[in-house]
């Protein structure tokens, strides 16, 4: 059973930064599909970062720059650092990650890139339950 489990968040001011961290146990697909969505009050879910297995990242426009996602393998955790902190960075943050059905590499990647930032897609199988991040200018 996988079990996605957030932590690292908190209040900063302005300028500051936080690491999330994002436990998968159960997660041990070779191939992967994971991201980090969030969600302010009053406002839409939107996809903040994905990363895919081979390495291939995106970002919002409004975090690039300024957050990084990366993976420890052995330790099977997605991380999310964030760097010069707005006050609109305030906001739910969650993991995510996809299931790998098997068939063809460039599909699943084409897919998991579909469910990434702007890709219009956020049918994730698997979710944490989130993180609360506050920045206060």
């Known amino acids: 059973q996988v079990q996605l489990v957030e932590s690292g968040g908190g209040s900063v001011q302005a300028g500051g930064s936080l690491r999330l961290s994002c436990a998968a146990s159960?997660?041990?697909?070779?191939?992967?599909?994971m991201a980090w969505f969030r969600q302010a009050p009053g406002k839409e879910r939107e996809g903040v970062a994905l990363l895919v297995s081979d390495g291939t990242t995106s970002y919002a426009d409004s975090v690039k720059g300024r957050f990084t996602i990366s993976r420890d393998n052995a330790k099977n955790t997605l991380y999310l650092q964030m760097n010069s902190l707005k006050p609109e960075d305030t906001a739910m943050y969650y993991c995510?990650?996809?299931?790998?059905?098997?068939?063809?590499?460039?599909?699943?990647?084409?897919?998991?890139?579909?469910?990434?930032?702007?890709?219009?897609?956020?049918?994730?199988?698997?979710w944490g339950q989130g993180t609360q991040v506050t920045v206060s200018s």
């Open positions: 995510a990650a996809g299931a790998d059905a098997g068939g063809a590499w460039f599909l699943f990647k084409a897919t998991c890139l579909g469910r990434g930032p702007g890709g219009g897609r956020a049918d994730f199988v698997y």
């Open positions: 159960g997660y041990t697909y070779s191939r992967y599909c």
